[in-house]
């Protein structure tokens, strides 16, 4: 039996307590067996646990891998955040620079500490679209009318590392009262030759630069998200690519008692940023099979 240090992280937290979205960051992770770090994201139940291992390229600081209740997966954005935040703080610097490792390659993070809560920033990796969909069998898996879709941004998938399906709405109004059938949803996500996604980010502009967002996943429990930056870098480079705006600030996971604030910059790269703050820390017991590293 080991103990590994833990940190859990609120990652694009507003100014209230308890706010964003929570993470588990277990440090030290390099002699934990896959099937154990499973383990471990499935009995906290979290959308993400992120596990800090020692990195295997010169170029990065650590390695981070991201693990849903189901699955790892190749990129993730708050639990880069909020890693970066936690590895900081432990080693007690008030500004530092990051570059981590991950399925998808390598992402620069910046951390500036002040008092208590960090701004994090990473440059996300060059966007890639995928399919062009039809809205109309995912509005009915959310349970919204059919004749909500924004008249002039199409519902596509885009990827900076984990693809994620665009569905812009014409009204914000027209968010509150989505509510998932994880089933339908599963089976309305699009296949083809470029990324297939695994979420489906619903977004509504409530004014110039700002948007609201609500996030469905079959991958998460419950089948909602309360802070999702793997898709607001996307969102922002596909508004960038439509419309030409440079800087947005979007509002996530108040429906869920979360509310969280995420911001994207496009300026030669895709810029995301969140606040943090630390929530608890301590030591996670784990069990004996934890000697293979894969």
Not at 60 to 69: H, K
Not at 90 to 106: K, N
Not at 184 to 207: F, H, K, M, S
Request: proline share 7%.
């Amino acid at each position: 039996m080991v103990a590994l240090p833990v940190t859990w992280v609120e990652v694009f937290a507003t100014q209230d307590l308890m706010t964003g979205q929570l993470l588990p960051v277990i440090h030290d992770a390099d002699g934990l067996a896959t099937g154990r770090m499973q383990t471990l994201a499935r009995r906290f139940r979290q959308p993400e646990t992120s596990f800090v291992q020692s990195a295997e390229v010169a170029d990065a600081d650590y390695r981070n891998r991201f693990f849903t209740v189901g699955a790892e997966i190749p990129f993730a954005g708050h639990p880069s955040l909020g890693a970066a935040a936690a590895e900081a703080h432990r080693a007690d610097r008030s500004a530092v620079e990051y570059v981590q490792q991950t399925g998808s390659g390598l992402q620069s993070l910046t951390v500036r500490w002040e008092g208590e809560t960090a701004e994090v920033r990473i440059t996300q990796n060059p966007h890639e679209y995928g399919s062009e969909v039809d809205p109309g069998p995912l509005l009915a898996a959310l349970g919204i009318p059919a004749d909500a879709a924004h008249p002039t941004l199409e519902a596509r998938v885009v990827s900076t590392g984990l693809p994620a399906l665009m569905l812009p709405l014409r009204s914000s109004r027209l968010l509150a009262g989505a509510a998932v059938d994880v089933a339908a949803l599963r089976a309305a996500q699009p296949a083809g030759d470029g990324p297939i996604a695994v979420n489906c980010y619903v977004v509504a502009e409530i004014g110039p630069g700002r948007w609201k967002a609500r996030m469905f996943t079959p991958d998460v429990p419950g089948g909602e998200d309360p802070a999702t930056g793997s898709a607001v870098g996307p969102l922002g480079a596909y508004l960038h690519d439509r419309t030409g705006v440079s800087r947005i600030t979007v509002s996530q996971g108040d429906e869920m008692g979360f509310p969280s604030l995420l911001e994207v910059e496009i300026d030669g790269g895709i810029h995301v940023t969140g606040r943090c703050r630390i929530s608890a820390t301590g030591e996670q017991r784990v069990g004996p099979d934890h000697g293979v590293r894969r």
